[in-house]
């Protein structure tokens, strides 16, 4: 039988990434879609991660454990504490959304830029970034810019709009070894960046689909 990955998602825009990124690198898998979009919700009006959402994390976790599933996939990039509360908690693989990318672009360079649209993302992912880099012993530099106003044009469902806005951010960012898409939702707006921008461009849902894959088909 073929795995089966739960992917547990807070947003509905960050479905199609992943859906996308698994027929493209591992269509045998089987997928679970997992969506609570009141996370996203949650998360956005708080500037911390309190005790109830990393128990909000692990009834997911637990969920996706009781349907048999053989990995978990998380596709929101803003709740690390949590996240690392469920991998404590079970024997399968569980991935953060942002891990393989980060992995990927530690490997490609020094000097590396990450664009993000969800703002409240930001602080957990490069305290994940900067644990990886020092484990590593890697003194790479992560420089962080937040595309404003691509993420309400993409819940308003103007999906070119929201890919212009990150293509315009990314052709101003120069001197860099690697550019990082930090929201699974961001993934559309790569192949327009990659016309524009001669370093490569790393998206989350294509690395993490990559990384479980590996991790199940040793």
Known sequence: MPPRIALIHAIEMAIHPIAQAFQTHWPEAETINILDDSLSKDRASSDSLDRKMVNRFLTLGDYAKSIDAN????????????????VEQHTMPVLKPNEAMFSRALNIGKNICMLVTFENSIDPMCKEFQVMANVRNNAAKLDVVFVDGAMLKLKQGLMDDHNELILQTAKKMNGYDVLMLAQFSMASAREAISQQINIPILTAPDAATKLMKKKLTK
Do not use: D, R, Y
């Not at 990995?71 to 469920?86: K, R």
């Open 71 to 86: 990995g978990i996939l998380f596709t929101c990039s803003a709740f690390g504490p949590a996240i690392e509360a469920v």
